[in-house]
């Protein structure tokens, strides 16, 4: 049971793999996005107090969504790698930081664009967006300290050590901001919790969370690709795969 | 020679660190003066009116507290990596997470205590009550606890890494947010005449399960930083 876990923490195999797999996440991943853009922005009904504004939804709650999940992802396989010591895993945990991050700006981002036309400014001290902008500094911290190592081995341990720490301490921060928060009186409306949502309006949404999940698996095997090249770049095995294909 | 027990050995380490403290008595002091600086700050910087200040007297003590206790980590685990002093304590078949914890403990007793101690001065200064000095005091003593222990985990990870101070900064801060919400939010309550319980219950918890996971995480951060 265990002999393809071990099969796929060699490079040469995982290379491969990575591979072969990344067409099958990357083209179901554009059409799911295609059809649940084409759902959200054209076939869903305008929200009747948000107007057109909503949409940008489609591409905010898949990107939050992604961005907390790319994170225990990491951790995970941050963890994998400490205690079994596979060098493989420290590789996919380095590969899922920068899209992390990017999932975070980019959840930041539409946010912020949400926000202008909703509640009249750019920026607003909610719990949600200020545990968002933590998260944010999470991934950079992990990224910044795992750039400081010349030494990858040593990166790659110390920080699964900040990913796992980080993993604990995601949830108190959460909560933390939450409580801050409705002590601090926060507006009585919730702003971002829809009371429910229409069918016509939810199934271009999931299908569009559904497609970020596959794009982010896709782009990871592609980075775990780089990352096993930068990595075994003095390997025979690279050398006869990259100049025998 | 028999092997001291846990016990004996944080001893031990206590004893070794406040020694070296009182030796080099300035480098103590440094953090306490920084804390004293980076609140006069403030009131050059919004107000000297007391009426204003008040109102945000927890923020400032506490986000003040919090950068003198980063300050402060850098030497914490820094002169014992360079002189090796370190390398033999991983060798030493001695429980590192212990030594480690034990170190932190005297880190906080001489950096985060007399904060606790100065902390009603500095809150006078800024216009807050006689009435909240002791949850100000209690806040920071048990906040700072957690300061140090996930600092500690920061300092052991960067310890190894050229200019590690900054890194150590964008590594402990975020972590480190709870901490301050719930510390100035304890102040802000007293301040209101409000039930304080709740935040510092929470700051106990936190101090807690810091001081729980926080010697494991420092260990192994520990020895990968000294084995390179």
């Known amino acids: 049971m265990w002999l393809w876990f071990h099969k796929l923490s060699s490079p040469p195999y995982a290379y491969r793999t990575a591979g072969n797999l990344r067409p099958w996440f990357f083209w179901p991943a554009i059409i799911m996005m295609a059809v649940a853009a084409y759902g959200g922005l054209v076939l869903a009904p305008p929200d009747y107090q948000q107007k057109d504004a909503f949409r940008i939804l489609y591409v905010h709650v898949p990107s939050a969504s992604l961005s907390l999940m790319v994170y225990v992802a990491m951790a995970v396989a941050a963890a994998v790698g400490l205690i079994w ?7 996919v945990a380095a590969a899922c930081a920068p899209v992390g991050a990017w999932f975070t700006v980019l959840t930041l981002a539409t946010g912020s664009i949400y926000g202008r036309p909703m509640w009249g400014t750019w920026w607003e001290w909610d719990p949600r967006l200020t545990s968002e902008l933590i998260l944010l500094f999470l991934y950079l911290g992990y990224m910044a300290l795992r750039a400081s190592f010349d030494d990858t081995q040593r990166a790659d341990r110390a920080s699964a050590i900040l990913a796992v720490v980080g993993v604990v301490n995601v949830p108190i921060v959460k909560y933390s901001v939450v409580w801050w928060n409705s002590l601090h009186q926060g507006p009585s409306i919730s702003k971002l919790s829809a009371p429910s949502i229409d069918s016509s309006m939810l199934w271009p949404l999931l299908l569009m969370m559904l497609g ?3 794009y982010f698996a896709a782009v990871l095997c592609d980075r775990i690709r780089s990352e096993i090249l930068k990595r075994e770049r003095n390997a025979s095995w690279l050398s006869e795969t990259l100049v025998g294909s | 020679m028999s092997a001291p027990g846990l ?3 944080t001893k031990l380490v206590v004893a070794r660190d406040l020694r070296l403290a009182v030796r080099h008595w300035d480098q103590v002091a440094q953090p306490l003066i920084f804390f004293l600086i980076v609140t006069t700050l403030f009131p050059l910087a919004i107000s000297p009116a007391l009426d204003d200040l008040r109102k945000i007297a927890p923020g400032i003590v506490w986000v003040a507290a919090m950068l003198a206790s980063l300050l402060a980590l850098d030497s914490l685990f ?3 990596v360079e002189d090796g002093t370190m390398e ?3 060798l030493s078949g ?10 932190t403990m005297t880190h906080w007793l001489l950096s985060g205590l007399p904060l606790v101690i100065i902390s009603p001065v500095v809150g006078t200064a800024l216009g807050l009550p006689s009435s909240v000095w002791a949850v100000l005091a209690l806040s920071l003593a048990l906040g700072t606890g957690s300061l140090s222990l996930l600092g500690a ?4 990870l960067t310890v190894a890494v050229r200019r590690g101070s900054v890194l150590l900064a964008l590594l402990v801060l975020p972590l480190e947010m709870p901490v301050l919400i719930f510390g100035a939010r304890a102040v802000d ?3 209101q005449g409000e039930s304080v319980l709740g935040p510092l219950n929470l700051l106990a918890a936190m101090l807690l399960l810091f001081a729980s996971l926080g010697p494991i995480a420092m260990a192994a951060a520990m020895r990968i930083s000294v084995e390179g």
């Open chain 2, 189 to 191: 309550l007293a301040m």
């Open chain 2, 94 to 103: 001695q429980p590192l997470s212990v030594m480690l914890f034990a170190k």
């Open chain 2, 153 to 156: 985990v920061g300092a052991a």
């Open chain 1, 212 to 214: 970020f999940v596959l």
């Open chain 2, 78 to 80: 820094r002169p014992d």
């Open chain 2, 88 to 90: 033999q304590w991983t």
């Open chain 2, 7 to 9: 016990l004996a050995l």
């Open chain 1, 85 to 91: 010591r596979i060098k493989l895993a420290h590789a």
